[in-house]
């Protein structure tokens, strides 16, 4: 009888570069939802900063409000010169989603698709959070000052701002589908946790 827990390592690693692939390939599709819903918040919370952000293949463009003078100088409204647009790569934060589709694939339980629907939509709100503040995170450090004293940010916005970017890229991508994961698979934790136990004690 095969080892649960050996069976279920193996399917990670099997299904990994599998959901990355598709996920990579993908990107137009899985993070289209994400742009609308940060359009949507950003015309209504910085209308004056933000003129929209779009999806070019794997990278994300973003259009400020903002561009420069005769002289160089950042200013807004943006003048003959252009608007002032950046580029990012949002999939360095969403990197959770085909970690969260293997897990799931690798556990041997029957309603898997129905997980990966589930965890799918759980993930949005983490996604929607980590792409914002990589967009307020490019506003408040590469637009810089002009942006920080139209929003009348604080040092304490500023450093909040730097905080949730880099707990948005790094951290919670990497934990959060460990976290869902855990909570839909707990009768396959229980059934694993006697093996692990007597593993121990041995």
Do not use: C
Not at 15 to 25: D, G, R
Not at 58 to 86: C, E, K, M, R
Request: aromatic share 14%; no cysteine; net charge neutral.
């Amino acid at each position: 009888m095969r080892n649960p827990l050996h069976q279920f390592i193996l399917g990670v690693i099997i299904w990994l570069p599998i959901t990355f692939f598709i996920w990579y390939i993908t990107a137009n599709y899985h993070l289209a939802p994400i742009v609308w819903l940060s359009n949507l918040l950003f015309s209504w919370w910085m209308p004056d900063a933000l003129i929209w952000v779009k999806l070019d293949h794997h990278t994300l463009v973003i259009a400020s409000n903002f561009g420069t003078n005769a002289v160089g100088q950042v200013v807004s409204p943006p003048t003959d010169n252009g608007v002032l647009g950046y580029h990012s790569n949002p999939l360095i934060y969403s990197y959770g989603l085909p970690l969260l589709y293997a897990l799931i694939l690798a556990t041997p339980e029957k309603d898997r698709w129905l997980k990966l629907i589930i965890g799918t939509f759980l993930l949005l709100p983490i996604e929607l959070f980590s792409m914002v503040f990589s967009i307020l995170k490019t506003l408040t450090f590469e637009v810089g000052i002009v942006f920080q004293q139209q929003q009348e940010l604080s040092q304490i916005a500023i450093d909040s701002i730097a905080i949730a970017y880099q707990a948005g890229t790094l951290i919670i991508p990497m934990v959060t589908p460990l976290i869902i994961w855990v909570a839909m698979h707990r009768h396959f934790l229980q059934r694993l946790a006697p093996q692990t136990t007597i593993k121990w004690r041995m």
